[in-house]
């Protein structure tokens, strides 16, 4: 093969450099796993990028709720038609139920729960039904962009401003959570925790190695972050630490070509 070659076989965001990591195409471990036991035709199609956090919500919530579905790998980056069907930008997660299609990771998270099939997600209680919906809402306004604005920041004293604000967005959600838990509603894994379950073990496996982010002190948030970490849908769709070394590096450096989400982040505006 030619080098020209080479630079074509080569994904956009790794800027002509071979030698640079991209994003994975195919899970592994547990992940793998968990999307081989689901390689049969069925109704209910979920569409994912083995990397992609707000993929993980909806595979997280399809294991919790012990739905029949299929998993369906897709390049995002390559936008196959069978997504583009679904959804018109080309994002992951899609989902396919029947004849019918739908995207946005909350809003699946929603419709499987109007399905009522397999355990329910959101407790009965209006009122608890509504603090998680808040509460969900703070973590897709505030907590994920401070993710990527500390993971993507390039400059010390940036890194040192955006953990912080990333720290204190997270200990709202914590101080409303139940003082008990050890999950968000307490004893069992609800709507709250699997919305910000894919940033928590992301936390450990991008923030740490790429920006020294700490293990969480003893406490409250200590105890969310085992319970959710060790949980089995969350073990059971996440795949082994180096395939997100690998597909985060381009957004440790904050490279070109990385996704919607770097440039919304680097825009100043919300998640796209």
Known sequence: MTSQDEKNELDPNQGGDPNKKTYNKQANGRALETANAHVNDRELKL??????????????????KGLDY????????????????INPRGLVPALRHG???????????????????????????????????LWSDHINRHIIPNFYKYLQAQDADDQVKFANEFKEQIAKVVEAADPTGPFFLGAEMSFVDVQFAPWIVRMAKV????????EPEPGRWATWVHAVMESEP?????????L????????????PNTSKVRDAINSGGGLP
């Open 70 to 85: 299929e998993y369906v790998e897709v390049d995002v980056y390559r936008k196959p038609k069978l997504l583009l069907d």
């Open 99 to 133: 004849d019918w299609g739908s995207y946005e990771s909350t809003v699946l998270m929603e419709y499987l729960e109007d399905l009522q099939q397999g355990r329910a997600l959101l407790p009965k209680s209006p009122k608890l039904r509504a603090e998680s919906r």
């Open 244 to 255: 997100y070394l690998d597909s985060y590096e381009r957004y440790a450096e904050n490279r």
């Open 234 to 242: 969350v073990l059971k769709t996440t795949s082994g630490d180096q």
């Open 47 to 64: 569409y994912g990028s083995c990397f992609c956090p707000f993929v993980q919500r909806v595979w997280i919530s399809l294991e919790l």
């Open 207 to 214: 923030l740490t190695p790429y920006r020294g982010w700490p």
